[in-house]
């Protein structure tokens, strides 16, 4: 099993940017996706996650201005982020609760991380 996360880069104060991250392997269930980001000299913090039933939950500094959502036929996890602030910049790494079919129990995995540079 295996996250691939893509869509960072840089972009100016007030831009937009849409993370991906797309879960592939041989999957029984997936339960709960979401992103986290760290920024230099500082710990990993939760962004956004969602339950495979649609419940969401942010941090309080991204509320307003970021949205996940989710394709579960896809088994992608997507972050649209608005009106982004130079605070912002981080790498930031998808996460997923997923049942591998060789397993009877749930495991945690990581993507790999993507910049996202928020500067003028």
């Known amino acids: 099993v295996q996250l691939q996360a893509s869509g960072g880069g840089l972009v100016q104060p007030g831009g937009s940017l849409r993370l991906s991250c797309a879960a592939s392997?041989?999957?029984?269930?997936?339960?709960?996706m979401g992103w986290f980001r760290q920024a230099p000299g500082k710990q990993r913090e939760l962004v956004a996650v969602?339950?495979?039933?649609?419940?969401?939950d942010y941090a309080d500094s991204v509320k307003g201005r970021f949205t996940i959502s989710r394709d579960n036929a896809k088994s992608t996890v997507y972050l649209q982020m608005n009106n982004l602030k130079p605070e912002d910049t981080a790498v930031y790494y998808c996460y997923s609760v997923i049942r591998p079919r060789s397993d009877q129990f749930s495991r945690s995995y990581w993507g790999q991380g993507t910049q996202v540079t928020v500067s003028s």
């Open positions: 969602i339950t495979s039933g649609g419940k969401m």
């Open positions: 392997g041989s999957i029984f269930s997936i339960n709960t």
